[in-house]
């Protein structure tokens, strides 16, 4: 079992920055991908962005490119989620999750492992 702690969530303006952190515990870290997903009311969770076990490669969906980075420390057993630029459309619950696997995946269903998700609001 895999314990996940999302910190960093509230209310920015738009064209700000926000940092989220998932701090992990119950198994040894490096052996999952981690992934951030996100959720808009009225909307489905859609991913948002993905690491592999070591943070070497990484995965972003389109509408978030450039903008947002995701990295990972194996000695902290925390992922990041680095957010620039944001928008009001990125406003949603976000959501990390584990993966008990060393890849990456963008599929929400690959993911066994969900953290409860802090809310970003980014005002226009």
């Known amino acids: 079992q895999v314990q996940l702690v999302e910190s960093g969530g509230g209310l920015v303006q738009a064209g700000g920055s926000l940092r989220l952190s998932c701090a992990a515990s119950?198994?040894?870290?490096?052996?999952?991908?981690m992934g951030w997903f996100r959720q808009a009311p009225g909307k489905e969770r859609e991913f948002v962005a993905a690491?592999?076990?070591?943070?070497?490669?990484?995965y972003y969906a389109d509408s978030v490119k450039g903008r947002f980075t995701v990295s990972r420390d194996n000695a902290k057993n925390t992922v990041y989620l680095q957010m620039n630029s944001l928008k009001p459309e990125d406003t949603a619950v976000y959501y990390c999750?584990?993966?008990?696997?060393?890849?990456?995946?963008?599929?929400?269903?690959?993911?066994?492992?969900w953290g409860q998700g802090p809310q970003v609001t980014v005002s226009s």
């Open positions: 999750a584990a993966r008990a696997n060393a890849l990456g995946s963008m599929s929400i269903s690959q993911y066994d492992y």
């Open positions: 119950g198994r040894t870290f490096s052996n999952y991908a």
């Open positions: 690491t592999n076990w070591s943070g070497s490669r990484t």
